[in-house]
């Protein structure tokens, strides 16, 4: 027997099926050694010494592996086909050093999509582990870690608030950032077109836009103003027109290459809004079910068989006609023809979408990577473009109208790509024209534009952006572009990437002082050395020596800086950004409120930057960074209303962003009471009720029933809480800080204490069913008599009504009659009666969690 390791249990149990009870099929959960995240676990001294340690999680799954090996004589690694799996393998070969003794044997097999018959011709053609991709993998840990930990303290030392920096991380936030600036800096043009509805003889009408007037053509922004369009109007309509010229071109349309990683992440959130991270989850289910080939791949090209299978599918579902009389081949791009593995596609073309068991995320992936594959071994489209110009009989003024029509369909009838911004199409069909014939005008509209400015970054465009720059791999993207999330440098509003201030202060910070390291060239040629490696051309230890001596050099010139020298830098670098001009057109820097001082970039002593005067102490105005265009001004004199003492109650705009104020500060009181505005609440909408509601924070909620102690609910700097005495529990919403009661506060504290200690959360004294929104309904016991509980809604039982005679439809009504008190939540309750009530079913017991190191990685890729 041999004993088989694969990354995941999913993986695992597919395997196991395949090669029966010969094998012991055992999953090591990913990696299983990694740097520790501390100085001095990559020692550029010491020849770039690496200090590996197995993480706690990974020790009962090495040892599982071990135990294995116990009676059987040989190891089989059959992690993922790529760079990062060849690591794993190797990794668990030098863990496991220890268990391979003298007469075992260590085989290493990688197969691209986990099929009976891929598996076993894999297991039939065994290797050595790949030194050369373990080399590279080695580099990039090593430069990752190596800039992380040495570029991070720089960060944290000069601009108080940063948290870290990475070597491609902080490349791809210079993209958002760059983009956002252009938008910033952009200035709209005017220009006008003017469209004619036209009608043949026949009284069929079409649209043609005028190209050429007083005999000359049209550049975009000849007409630059209505008073422009309207004499290009006048032109037309004193003039009779006729159409001059009809040409039919024929034209074809090729089918898109299959996907590979990057392409499958930009359609994926084109067509369906998922992000990188999202897209290669759904994928890694798909691949370790056996339904799709792997999914982390640069390569475009398919197996022959694969290229005969989706033929005969074509020919199968559409006829003939559909099929080329050759098979489409399609050229890799991959940069290392080590990681060039095929294409992702079904590994079973018969299986379509409809018949996949999977659902959500999924199905629509599947449903995706099967139709582009189908697709891409189609026949071209064949189109007819017709262009049709209409002109006066003096050649002043020309329209030209153009169409597009379909004559045979052949790859769109399953997929066309999706696009990520709309642009101008070939035109609708147009109407039988004849060239000679008079056009008669129906209408003549002008239509002002503005130009646009460049859109901001989806997931999906800034994956091609970086594909096409060459910085990152397709196992690295869906990380880069989740971390800078992570790490509050960017934000994701309606599918578009937006900076936020922590992201440009760093960007800023980089640019500056270390520009070299987050230009684009430079680290892509980083890049195309690490393929290098892999493909066993370079010494991986003479990249690192020759990138750290440059680095540490960097590093080194950055010691003398005076924090108040760096600011200034980035002052002046998000200059349009922090100081956009005023309408009124008054200088921008001037202080709104001493109107003598100069606004410029400060820090806080608790991190983080703001705008202030420079006539501090005397002028006391900030504002956040983000308070731009007047924001501040308009927003921090916002008065909305009076308590019930008199005091005016304001809603103003501080270093830290929007908060609330009662009164003014005087002698007397110099600080009045103050409360942040919570995350997701919105200044714009806030009312006076809502404001009063955080300066009334902490909330008292009443007497715990076991000591007396006050149980108070409040917001701090780890969010919203519950208290009591000197213990804090999180609370997972804000809103539920004004409405949490006692029965839930006294859940949630003895949840806080017990955890650690192996303890459980109370068992249900009843469950009653299932929640039509999702959710089961369960009778608990309370410190304040017996309750219902369905989601956070803690309804308490009235005292004529016993818990073990409480039906589900009392049940509901009472945590509709509570949910609708709360005024909020993650669901509404329903009172509505379903058809059948859920069967109570007992609830599995949880299994504690592994606890993890605390320890915080600052490294990031």
């Known amino acids: 027997m041999a004993v088989v390791v694969v990354e995941s249990p999913a993986k695992a149990k597919t395997i196991n099926k395949y090669l029966g009870s010969d094998y012991t099929v055992l999953a090591s959960y990913g990696h299983v050694r990694d740097l520790p995240p501390k100085d001095g676990s990559v020692d550029p001294e010491q020849g770039f010494d690496m200090k590996w340690e197995v993480a706690s999680d990974s020790k009962k799954h090495v040892r599982a592996i071990a135990e294995a090996l116990k009676s059987d004589d040989t190891l089989i690694l059959a992690t993922d086909p790529d760079r990062e799996g060849e690591a794993i393998s190797w990794h668990l070969k030098e863990a496991l050093a220890s268990s391979l003794k003298k007469g075992k044997t260590v085989r290493r097999v990688t197969f691209n999509a986990i099929t009976k018959s891929a598996v076993t011709e894999a297991m039939a053609k065994p290797r050595d582990v790949d030194e050369a991709l373990v080399e590279a993998y080695l580099a990039r840990r090593a430069l990752d870690y190596l800039v992380g930990f040495n570029l991070s303290p720089v960060l944290w030392r000069k601009l108080p608030g940063a948290k870290s920096a990475g070597r491609v991380q902080s490349v791809c936030l210079r993209l958002i950032v760059e983009r956002e600036l252009e938008i910033e800096a952009f200035k709209a043009r005017e220009y006008w077109t003017v469209t ?111 290229v005969m299978a989706a033929r005969d599918e074509i020919k199968r579902r559409f006829g003939a006609d559909y099929v080329p009389d050759s098979p489409r081949m399609y050229k890799n791009k991959a940069k290392n023809a080590q990681e060039a593995h095929e294409c992702i596609r079904p590994t079973d073309m018969g299986l379509s979408p409809d018949k996949l068991k999977a659902e959500g995320e999924q199905r629509k992936l599947y449903d995706l990577i099967w139709k582009r594959t189908i697709a891409s071994q189609m026949a071209a489209a064949r189109l ?139 680290t892509a040629d980083l890049e195309n050395e690490l393929d290098e490696i892999s493909a066993g051309d370079r010494d991986y230890k003479e990249v690192l020596a020759r990138f750290w001596r440059d680095f540490t050099a960097a590093i080194a010139e950055t010691a003398d800086l005076r924090i108040g020298e760096v600011l200034e830098k980035i002052d002046e670098f998000l200059a349009p950004h922090l100081y956009p001009q005023r309408a009124d057109g008054s200088d ?90 919570p995350k997701g609440w919105s200044a714009e909408t806030l009312d006076l009720e809502r404001a009063l509601m955080l300066l009334d924070l902490p909330r008292p909620i009443g007497p715990h029933p076991e000591d007396g102690e006050l149980v108070e609910a409040g917001i701090g700097r780890y969010g919203p809480y519950v208290k009591h005495g000197k213990v804090y529990a999180n609370l997972p919403d804000v809103e539920e800080v004004f409405t949490v009661g006692m029965n839930r506060a006294v859940e949630v504290l003895a949840q806080k204490a017990s955890r650690g200690r192996g303890s459980s959360a109370p068992a249900p004294l009843r469950e009653l069913g299932e929640h039509p929104d999702g959710g089961a309904i369960q009778v608990m016991s ?63 017991a949880k299994k504690p969690a592994a606890k993890k190191a605390a320890a915080k990685k600052t490294a990031a890729k």
């Open 384 to 522: 007819e473009r017709t262009t049709v110009d209409v002109a006066s009989q003096d050649g002043e003024v020309v329209l030209r109208a153009t169409g597009q029509v379909v004559k045979f369909d052949g790859f769109l009838k399953v997929y066309d790509e999706g696009r990520d911004e709309e642009g101008d199409e070939d035109g609708a069909r147009l109407p039988q024209i004849m060239e000679g014939e008079k056009a008669d005008k129906r209408a003549i509209a002008p239509e002002q534009h503005f130009t646009q400015p460049p859109p901001r970054y989806t997931e999906a465009t800034l994956v091609k952006r970086m594909e096409e720059l060459g910085i990152g791999r397709p196992s690295t993207y869906a990380s880069i572009v989740t971390t800078i999330q992570d790490r509050d440098y960017v934000r994701k509003d309606k599918n578009r990437l937006i900076p936020e201030d922590k992201g440009r202060l760093v960007t800023a910070f980089l640019t500056n002082f270390f520009r070299r390291y987050v230009e684009y060239d430079f």
């Open 196 to 306: 004619a509805t036209l009608a043949t003889p026949r009284g069929q009408e079409f649209q043609a836009r005028l190209t050429v007037l007083g005999g000359k053509k049209l550049d975009k922004f000849d007409l630059a103003n209505e008073t422009a369009a309207e004499l290009a109007v006048q032109a037309i309509t004193s003039r009779d027109l006729t159409v001059k010229s009809v040409e039919a071109k024929p034209a074809s349309r090729n089918p898109y290459a299959p996907f590979m990683t990057s392409t499958l992440q930009q359609e994926a959130s084109r067509k369906f809004g998922m992000g990188a991270k999202a897209t290669m989850a759904a994928a890694q289910r798909l691949y370790e079910a056996g339904h799709i080939t792997y999914m982390r791949t640069d390569g475009i090209d398919m197996a022959p068989e694969a």
């Open 782 to 844: 309370g410190r304040y008599g017996p309750y219902v509980k369905w989601e956070k809604v803690n309804a308490t039982l009235p005292k004529e009504m016993a818990p073990e005679a409480v039906t589900f439809d009392e049940a509901l009504a009472l945590i509709a009659e509570k949910a609708a008190k709360k005024g909020g939540g993650r669901k509404k309750a329903s009172a509505k009666k379903p058809a059948k009530a859920a069967a109570a079913k007992k609830p599995a």
């Open 588 to 677: 921008p820097r001037v202080c709104p409120t001493c109107g003598e001082g100069r606004l410029n970039l400060k820090t806080a002593r608790s991190g983080g930057a703001f705008i202030g005067c420079s006539n501090y102490p005397n002028c006391r105005y900030t504002r956040a960074l983000s308070a731009v265009n007047g924001e501040a001004e308009a927003g921090g004199d916002r008065v909305l209303g009076e308590d019930a003492n008199g005091e005016p109650v304001s809603l103003r705009t501080g270093r830290f962003g929007p908060y609330v104020q009662r009164g003014e500060a005087t002698e007397e009181t110099p600080k009045p009471p103050r409360a942040s505005l």
